[in-house]
């Protein structure tokens, strides 16, 4: 969307303020764009300062919107300082909803946080007079991008009515981030990820890409009712999952019985074994642009599967010979000839140079353009919400992500993956 620049002028936005020296200093991707950041009463709200600024960081122009509610949470003045441009609280005679969100006014509107009732109002064309609500109501009627990111309990976000407010505006071409579900809420996610999700709806590199990942662990059968397994949950596949989602991509998850539940939008395709996760693989007649094998498949299985339950009441032990299960990885290059692969390598407990050896015979042995290294010893062990990852390619590039949070974690590989599609389209 275009406008004349002088039909666009927020608040005291004309003046100097001091906050407009950040303008641009990590990049000009969203130089000239005009941003409303609408906020509401959610305790996340304070994140919106450092949303703010990242966003002004890279060349935005951006006004805050607030609640009555967010204001009893964190002052006017904070988003004031923040983006230099005055807060809008209220409505008056200036007509502030169509200044701000009327046709080509703005470039993206921006709710974050967003309550349960702010999402219930937008979808049921509720304009109270509130001021979220009435920017809102504007910028969906006069065609302008918003993007919502919900922060409420679990509960709440799981209620029928709330899904089904979702939905529909998600079918009026109203953008979501999913919330991150942990210790019973649906928490906000951090304005890291909000600022790449924009960045990437700005150059879009993944957009439209098609991308295949595997998550989640194998089972491998002993009898009808014994297996042998690891403890993969699938987090970090899931997690994958919902980033390339985010960045405009579409996203298909050969998925084992890992404990996280795959994002809406993505195309699941439940497994078991590793043979059937290889069968499902080559089952799909999508052309994928990236293929991601993050499963943790077992390495060996049992070499003669029992039919039968085996007794164990007469039985002081029980041996079990195994046999070696192909790797799936060896494989893909005859399936996705022209797609990005993407290995995963994990040791536990080992130096960086085995885990980057380690890392590099995967890359020899199965023709994969990047291997992702970690381990998952006693750090990893301690508290698996917190990772560290090493990248390495084929040239003999490595990255290391350093000990963060598995969902930075994540945005760190996705980048990597990212910024070599992108030296390979140019």
Request: hydrophobic share 40%; proline share 4%; aromatic share 6%.
């Amino acid at each position: 969307m275009t406008a004349k620049s002088s039909d666009r002028t927020y608040g005291d936005a004309q003046h100097h303020h001091p906050s407009f020296d950040i303008r641009s200093e990590s990049g000009t991707e969203l130089a000239g764009k005009k941003i409303v950041l609408c906020v509401t009463g959610s305790v996340a709200v304070y994140k919106a300062i450092e949303l703010a600024r990242l966003l002004m960081r890279h060349g935005a122009d951006v006004t805050c919107v607030a609640s009555r509610a967010a204001t009893r949470l964190i002052g006017p003045q904070y988003l004031k300082w923040a983006t230099g441009n005055d807060v809008v609280t209220k409505l008056t005679g200036d007509l502030e909803h169509i200044r701000l969100a009327d046709y080509n006014r703005s470039d993206q509107v921006v709710v974050y946080p967003a309550t349960a009732s702010t999402i219930g109002r937008l979808a049921n064309g509720t304009d109270d007079g509130a001021v979220v609500s009435a920017t809102l109501t504007v910028a969906l009627g006069s065609g302008i991008p918003i993007l919502i990111c919900p922060a409420m309990h679990e509960s709440m976000y799981e209620n029928p009515a709330v899904r089904r407010n979702i939905d529909f505006l998600r079918e009026q071409n109203v953008e979501f981030i999913q919330p991150s579900i942990t210790e019973g809420k649906a928490k906000v996610p951090e304005p890291e990820q909000i600022l790449d999700y924009i960045l990437s709806r700005t150059t879009a590199p993944l957009a439209g890409k098609n991308i295949l990942i595997t998550a989640g662990p194998t089972v491998e059968f002993i009898d009808p009712v014994r297996v042998i397994t690891n403890l993969s949950s699938g987090r970090t596949g899931v997690l994958l999952a919902a980033e390339f989602l985010a960045a405009g991509a579409d996203v298909t998850m050969v998925y084992g019985p890992g404990r996280e539940e795959p994002p809406g939008g993505v195309n699941v395709v439940r497994v078991q074994t590793g043979q059937e996760m290889l069968d499902a693989i080559k089952g799909l007649e999508c052309r994928f642009d990236v293929v991601i094998m993050a499963a943790a498949v077992s390495d060996y299985a049992p070499a003669n599967k029992s039919q039968a339950k085996i007794a164990s009441a007469s039985m002081r032990e029980y041996a079990l010979n195994l046999k070696r299960v192909p790797k799936i990885i060896n494989v893909i290059r005859e399936i996705q000839k022209d797609a990005m692969l993407v290995g995963f390598k994990a040791l536990a407990d080992v130096s960086r140079n085995e885990l980057v050896d380690a890392g590099r015979a995967i890359l020899d042995e199965s023709g994969a353009d990047l291997v992702v290294a970690n381990d998952v010893g006693r750090r990893y062990q301690e508290n698996q919400n917190f990772n560290n990852v090493i990248v390495m390619d084929r040239n003999g590039t490595t990255s290391e992500s350093g000990w963060q949070q598995k969902e930075s974690t994540v945005r760190f590989i996705r980048r990597e993956i990212e910024g070599r599609m992108t030296l390979q389209q140019g």
